[in-house]
């Protein structure tokens, strides 16, 4: 898997690709080479004016791109809501944007920001898309996670983290919660037999506005990845006929094992309960019965 190239990837001609935080980091190489191989590409970022410079950009390295920009903030529902209800069609959702290392804030909803932007932000918009994904043959859903999952831990009776915050702990929780969803959203897929694979990816040390440096930036930076690298995995996840719906793909495509808590059958359900309660966004089509 390591000769694999973006060169490699199938025609997308026909198929819409929604990326998110498709603006910056790996979401804009992610979203280019989309629409370089033909997906009509829907550049989702919270930013008007930066997700007009993204397109501006794709449309630059691709004249012929089929890319539009399309507002969404994923730390507030009702703009996740409205996104998902101004989408006509969609083959590939790329679960992408993310924040991290922030000092403890709250989403418009009440949710501790990271938690509420990488993980029930996601959850709810893959849960409003679904009815559009499953019209839709060989649909994929592909949720970044990273590393730091192994390191999160979910306190169900503090979600908000009002007893206890660390800005990197809080961040490996929301990447374990994106993991936990990765996987059930695939078993939910197969138990009902839903056309839909569910796969998640770890970038690696990335050079992105998440990876925080300081002022020896330029030193550190000589050891990250590149944005481009970094969009490796999603593009592979998104785009391989080899690709099993379940599998975590991290860097140099190697297929990584998640930690025992992201493979826990039953904390995958409670959480998974648990954000359907909070974000009001039923899989009414790969519920479980």
């Known amino acids: 898997?390591?000769?694999?190239?973006?060169?490699?990837?199938?025609?997308?001609?026909?198929?819409?690709?929604?990326?998110t935080g498709a603006n910056s980091g790996i979401g804009l190489p992610t979203a280019l080479e989309l629409a370089r191989r033909g997906a009509r590409v829907i550049v989702a970022a919270r930013s008007d004016a930066k997700g007009a410079d993204a397109v501006a950009a794709i449309r630059r390295a691709v004249p012929a791109a089929?890319?539009?920009?399309?507002?969404?903030?994923?730390?507030?529902?009702?703009?996740?809501?409205?996104?998902?209800?101004s989408v006509d069609e969609v083959d590939l959702l790329v679960n992408n944007a993310g924040v991290g290392m922030k000092a403890r804030s709250l989403t418009k909803d009440g949710f501790e920001l990271q938690f509420g932007t990488?993980?029930?932000?996601?959850?709810?918009?893959?849960g409003l898309l679904l009815p559009?994904?499953?019209?839709?043959?060989?649909?994929?859903?592909?949720?970044?996670?990273?590393?730091?999952?192994?390191?999160?831990?979910?306190?169900?009776?503090?979600?908000?983290l009002e007893r206890g915050y660390g800005r990197m702990s809080a961040y490996g929780r929301s990447k374990l919660a994106n993991l936990l969803f990765t996987l059930e959203l695939q078993r939910r897929a197969e138990r009902t037999r839903a056309d839909l694979r569910s796969v998640a990816t770890h970038p690696g040390a990335t050079a992105t506005n998440i990876v925080k440096v300081g002022p020896l930036k330029p030193l550190l930076s000589l050891f990250l990845l590149s944005p481009e690298a970094g969009a490796l995995p999603s593009l592979y996840a998104a785009t391989s006929p080899d690709i099993r719906g379940g599998e975590f793909v991290g860097p140099k495509l190697r297929l990584l094992t998640p930690s025992a808590d992201a493979r826990s059958e039953e904390l995958a359900a409670r959480l998974w309960d648990v954000s359907t309660e909070l974000t009001g966004v039923r899989f009414e089509r790969i519920a479980v019965r």
């Open 132 to 160: 559009k994904l499953l019209a839709r043959p060989g649909a994929r859903v592909v949720t970044v996670s990273s590393d730091a999952h192994a390191r999160g831990r979910l306190d169900f009776d503090d979600l908000t």
């Open 118 to 126: 990488n993980h029930l932000g996601h959850f709810a918009l893959t």
């Open 66 to 85: 089929r890319a539009e920009h399309a507002r969404l903030d994923l730390a507030d529902l009702a703009s996740v809501r409205a996104f998902a209800e």
């Open 1 to 19: 898997m390591t000769t694999w190239t973006p060169d490699d990837m199938p025609t997308l001609d026909g198929r819409t690709a929604i990326v």
